[in-house]
Nanobody, 124 residues
Framework: QVQLVESGGGLVQAGGSLRLSCAASGRTFSSYAMGWFRQAPGKEREFVATISRSGGYTDYADSVKGRFTISRDNAKNTVYLQMNSLKPEDTAVYYC?????????????????WGQGTQVTVSA
C-alpha cells in the first residue's frame, strides 16, 4: 500500500507556471511507477504524464508536451509536475497515482493508488 498527498495547486494567470508535488508514504516509493491525471468539470479524467520507477522513462499527453515536465526524487518519496505556459484549458483537479508497473501507463485502470487531488485554475 502507498498513500499519496498532492500539493502545489492554485490560481495562476495564463502563461504562468506551477509545480505540483505528490508525497508518498507507506511501501517503498521506488517500487512504483507514477502518473499524473486531471479532471475538468463535466469531463472524464484524462492522462497527463507518467514516469517509470527509476525516472528514466517519461511519457506525456499531446496536449501538454513541451509545457509540462514530470520528475521524481526517490530519496524524498516525491513526484513532481512542473507546468509552464499554462492555458485556461489546463484548469482541472490534478491527481497523482501509483502503479506497480515498471514503466507507468497512460491508462487510469493501471493505477490502483490515488491521491485526493489538487485544484489548478488558470485564468485568461
Amino acid at each position: 500500500q502507498v498513500q499519496l498527498v498532492e500539493s502545489g495547486g492554485g490560481l495562476v494567470q495564463a502563461g504562468g507556471s506551477l509545480r505540483l508535488s505528490c508525497a508518498a508514504s507507506g511501501r517503498t516509493f521506488s517500487s512504483y511507477a507514477m502518473g499524473w491525471f486531471r479532471q475538468a468539470p463535466g469531463k472524464e479524467r484524462e492522462f497527463v504524464a507518467t514516469i517509470s520507477r527509476s525516472g528514466g522513462y517519461t511519457d506525456y499527453a499531446d496536449s501538454v508536451k513541451g509545457r509540462f515536465t514530470i520528475s521524481r526524487d526517490n530519496a524524498k518519496n516525491t513526484v513532481y509536475l512542473q507546468m509552464n505556459s499554462l492555458k485556461p484549458e489546463d484548469t482541472a483537479v490534478y491527481y497523482c497515482a501509483a502503479s506497480v508497473r515498471s514503466y507507468g501507463s497512460k491508462w487510469s485502470r493501471d493505477f490502483p493508488y490515488w491521491g485526493q487531488g489538487t485544484q489548478v485554475t488558470v485564468s485568461a
